[in-house]
């Protein structure tokens, strides 16, 4: 596969002429994720702006509910052709099942844990008395077993997941940052070429390209790093 392939651009922004703006400054890239921000600014409009360009799509909405309702959205989810849809695995193993049932050609990929999320943060705030290589592995696991497709983890815990879960079971880690960028809120990240090589299949790389300067040249530039791969 291709570098360009397996970066996935965020379209964090606020409204359809700024998504589109981006996604034609971009020409080479593929993969665009459209999360929470842009979906309730645009509604569903975006991911058929998105078709008709002939981009994949990362549906981004973390579905978090009990499993009639997850079960629901996924059901509306397939009108539209995505190519990735997120669930938070916290759901548990009744929400994780529901959803998969639901769902027909999409791939299901469970939230495992927020790549914001400390290791304080996830004994303090949340209470979870494990370290987060530990719960992420734990909800990769319960993911597998509910046949999803796959999992978003932080690059940290590609391999651990890789290991486990074997080879068809997709990784995508968000929140990857080149060395020449800041974390920024990123608690838990590597660069590129790192979260590849711990066995990420896809990488969601947002504002190091998205709020660059020149974002084509500086997607180039992350495809440049990812090229040692291939």
Same mark, same amino acid.
Request: proline residues 6%.
């Given at each position: ?15 359809? @002429? ?46 978090? @509910? ?22 938070? *695995? ?10 998969? *049932? ?129």
């Amino acid at each position: 596969m291709h570098p360009a392939q397996r970066l996935i651009i965020p379209l964090d922004v606020a409204s359809l @002429d700024q998504a589109l703006t981006l996604v034609d400054q971009i020409p080479q890239a593929n993969f665009w994720k459209v999360g929470l921000e842009l979906f309730l600014a645009t509604g569903p409009g975006v991911l058929q702006e998105l078709r008709q360009r002939q981009k994949r799509v990362f549906l981004d909405l973390k579905f978090h @509910d009990i499993p009639n309702t997850v079960a629901a959205a996924c059901r509306q989810g397939e009108a539209w052709s995505l190519d990735l849809l997120t669930i938070h *695995a916290s759901v548990g193993r009744q929400g994780l099942q529901a959803a998969q *049932a639901a769902l027909g050609g999409a791939r299901l990929v469970a939230v495992t844990l927020l790549t914001s999320i400390s290791a304080e943060q996830l004994r303090e705030d949340l209470q979870v008395p494990l370290d987060p290589s530990a719960y992420v592995l734990h909800q990769a696991r319960l993911a597998q077993e509910c046949g999803l497709a796959g999992v978003v983890c932080s690059p940290q815990e590609a391999a651990l997941v890789r290991q486990a879960c074997g080879e068809d079971f997709l990784v995508v880690c968000p929140g990857v940052r080149p060395a020449w960028t800041d974390s920024q809120d990123q608690a838990r990240t590597l660069t590129p070429s790192m979260a590849l090589a711990a066995g990420a299949d896809y990488l969601v790389v947002g504002r190091p390209i998205t709020r660059a300067p020149h974002p084509a040249q500086a997607f180039e530039r992350v495809c440049s790093e990812l090229a040692q791969f291939f």
